[in-house]
C-alpha cells in the first residue's frame, strides 16, 4: 500500500530553522515527482516546492533560498529542510507524489512559526 | 505561473440539489486538472483528475469536465456528507496552482 507520512513540525521561533521528513512506503521516492504543499491556518492551498526523479528542483518565489528540498534514497525519505523560517511559514506541510495522473497526499505536519 | 480562479467562494445548497464549481485558467492547459474536497483538520481528498477521471472510491454523483481555460466540478444530487470544502488544481507544470477554495454550506 502506498503510504506518506510526514514529521518533523513543530514550534519554531522567527529566524529558526526545521527539518521535515516524509516517509515513503510502497514505492521509490527517487523514481517519483515528489512534492512539497503547504497550508496556512484557515487559508488556501500553496504549492512550496518539487523534486523530479533526475533530482531537478523547483522552489516557490515565497521560500526559495530558505528552503531546500532532497531525498534520501537508503530511507526512501523525502525532506524538506527550511530556514530564516518567519511567521508566514506557518502551516499544515504535506507532502505528495505525482504517479499515473494522480497526486497522493500524506496527512500533513504542522509548523508553527513564533515567538 | 498559471492562475486559477474558482467561483463561487461559498455557496450555499439543500441535500438533493445539483451543485456546479468552476475553474477558470489563466491560460489554456490540458488533461492536468484534479478536483479535491477538504474538510477540517483533515488533508485534500482526491475527488477527479486528469480533468474528469473519477478516483476510485469517490461516489459517481462527482464528476469533472472541461478543456482550455475552463473546468467545472459537478455534485449531482447533494449528499450531507457532502458538506465541506473544494479545491481545484492544475498540475501542468512543475509549479502546482489552486483554486482559492468553495466552501459547500447548507442552505
Known amino acids: 500500500e502506498v503510504q506518506l507520512v510526514e514529521s518533523g513540525g513543530g514550534l519554531v521561533q522567527p529566524g529558526g530553522s526545521l527539518r521535515l521528513s516524509c516517509a515513503a512506503s510502497?514505492?521509490?521516492?527517487?523514481?517519483?515527482?515528489m512534492t512539497w504543499v503547504r497550508q496556512a491556518p484557515g487559508k488556501g492551498l500553496e504549492w512550496v516546492s518539487a523534486i523530479y526523479s533526475g533530482g531537478s528542483t523547483y522552489y516557490a518565489d515565497s521560500v526559495k533560498g530558505r528552503f531546500t528540498i532532497s531525498r534520501d534514497s537508503s530511507k526512501n525519505t523525502l525532506y524538506l529542510q527550511m530556514d530564516s523560517l518567519t511567521a508566514e511559514d506557518t502551516a499544515v506541510y504535506y507532502c505528495?507524489?505525482?504517479?499515473?495522473?494522480?497526486?497522493?497526499w500524506g496527512q500533513g505536519t504542522l509548523v508553527t512559526v513564533s515567538s | 505561473d498559471i492562475q486559477m480562479t474558482q467561483s463561487p467562494s461559498t455557496l450555499s445548497a439543500s441535500v438533493g440539489d445539483r451543485v456546479t464549481i468552476t475553474c477558470r485558467a489563466s491560460q489554456s492547459f490540458s488533461t492536468w486538472l484534479a478536483w479535491y474536497q477538504q474538510k477540517p483538520g483533515k488533508p485534500p481528498k482526491l475527488l477527479i483528475y486528469?480533468?474528469?477521471s473519477l478516483e476510485s472510491g469517490v461516489p459517481s454523483r462527482f464528476s469533472g469536465s472541461g478543456s482550455g481555460t475552463e473546468f467545472t466540478l459537478t455534485i449531482s444530487s447533494l449528499q450531507p456528507d457532502d458538506f465541506a470544502t473544494y479545491y481545484c488544481?492544475?498540475?501542468?507544470?512543475?509549479?502546482?496552482?489552486f483554486g482559492q477554495g468553495t466552501k459547500v454550506e447548507i442552505k
Open positions: 488544481q492544475q498540475y501542468s507544470t512543475y509549479t502546482w496552482t
Open positions: 486528469k480533468t474528469s
Open positions: 505528495a507524489r505525482t504517479a499515473d495522473g494522480k497526486n497522493y
Open positions: 510502497g514505492f521509490t521516492v527517487s523514481n517519483n515527482y
